[in-house]
């Protein structure tokens, strides 16, 4: 699936903005690895591509 490369390297970027702007400590990076990890493997998941796709299909409708 072609989203989830790239949505692993938007919130990486996210992830290191909040790093470097806000003073995430690596701590908290540690811990919204953990979640996003085992979110994935719970029966939300499906539920959550499924909304990640839509907004993929949505933005990428949006012409400017």
């Known amino acids: 699936m072609n989203l989830s ?23 908290h990076a540690v811990v919204c690895a953990l979640f996003g990890f085992y979110l994935a493997g719970t029966a939300v998941a499906p539920s959550i591509e499924a909304g990640g796709e839509s907004l993929a299909d949505l ?4 012409r400017l």
């Not at 990486?12 to 806000?22: I, P, T, W």
């Not at 933005?59 to 949006?62: A, E, Q, Y």
């Open 5 to 27: 490369v790239s949505g692993v390297v938007l919130l990486g970027v996210v992830v290191f903005l909040f790093f470097r702007k806000d003073g995430l400590k690596v701590s």
């Open 59 to 62: 933005l990428g409708g949006i």
